[in-house]
Nanobody
């Protein structure tokens, strides 16, 4: 399975972007899917995740994005989305999508993920 992240770009503070994570094959609904981000000079940070369908597809967010970001999935399109609203300059980072077969959303460390996609750059100007 290859994951392809897209939707990044340059936006002003307060603006919105929607990131997409698409799977090349397989049944994406069987995977928990999440997002990490990494800003220059900083450690990788967990952002959000959504459980696999069999676990209810429940979402989980890091505190810093709660109320601003929404993760969702479209199983028919084998895709997961991260809607990012009210963006702040501190959201600037490369965003990566990850997948774990049969996983449950939580504050992931990033270890043990089955697949990582290439990142997409998000830049929020002040």
């Amino acid at each position: 399975v290859q994951l392809q992240a897209s939707g990044g770009g340059l936006v002003q503070a307060g603006g919105s972007l929607r990131l997409s994570c698409a799977a090349s094959r397989g049944t994406f609904s069987s995977y928990a899917v999440g997002w990490f981000r990494q800003a220059p000079g900083k450690e990788r940070e967990f952002v959000a995740a959504i459980s696999w369908v069999g676990a209810g597809g429940s979402p989980y967010y890091v505190d810093s994005v709660k109320g601003r970001f929404t993760i969702s999935r479209d199983n028919a399109k084998n895709a997961v989305y991260l809607q990012m609203n009210s963006l702040k300059p501190e959201d600037t980072a490369v965003y990566y999508c990850v997948a774990e077969l049969g996983g449950v959303a939580g504050h992931w460390s990033g270890h043990g993920m089955d697949y990582w996609g290439k990142g997409t750059q998000v830049t929020v100007s002040s």
